[in-house]
């Protein structure tokens, strides 16, 4: 996928659900072992709920027992950004989309081989698109 996705809040509050707006844009959380995705074993790709950009491949999902869907890596680095999250009294790095700046994450340095990370990615900011 190509462009950003630019869009007010006013325009993402309208045609996000209010759940996927309070993850995507208010940077916020599901509750642990609670997401749809978390034990889906389909062959697929995963995508933003937000703008459809393809974020994460089946073939690097794994569990993590965290208790949120988890991967090793992304389809491609171009497709999510980092940035550094100092909320709730710790430094964490937080997982957006590239194209619309959607909160999905955070990722650690606690994942198996050949990367070491763990993309800890909330249900609701995903879709899924079996193959």
């Known amino acids: 996928m190509t462009g950003k996705v630019l869009k007010s809040e006013e325009e993402w509050k309208r045609i996000l659900p209010p759940e996927r707006y309070?993850?995507?844009?208010?940077?916020?959380?599901?509750?642990?072992?609670?997401?749809?995705?978390?034990?889906?074993?389909?062959?697929?790709t995963y995508k933003c709920a937000a703008c459809g950009q393809p974020l994460f491949s089946s073939?690097?999902?794994?569990?993590?027992?965290?208790?949120?869907?988890?991967?090793?890596?992304p389809i491609s680095e171009e497709n999510v950004d980092r940035k550094t999250d100092r909320s709730m009294f710790m430094s964490r790095t937080e997982v957006l989309c590239s194209?619309?700046?959607?909160?999905?994450?955070?990722?650690?340095?606690d994942g198996p081989h050949p990367t070491g990370l763990r993309y800890c990615i909330?249900?609701?900011s995903l879709d899924f698109e079996e193959k």
Not at 68 to 73: D, I, N, Q, R, V
Not at 99 to 109: M, N, S, W, Y
């Open 22 to 44: 309070r993850i995507l844009r208010q940077k916020g959380t599901e509750m642990p072992f609670t997401g749809k995705l978390l034990n889906n074993k389909t062959a697929g």
């Open 59 to 73: 073939e690097t999902k794994f569990d993590s027992g965290s208790g949120w869907p988890s991967f090793y890596a």
């Open 99 to 109: 194209r619309c700046g959607g909160h999905l994450g955070h990722v650690f340095d």
């Open 122 to 124: 909330n249900s609701g």
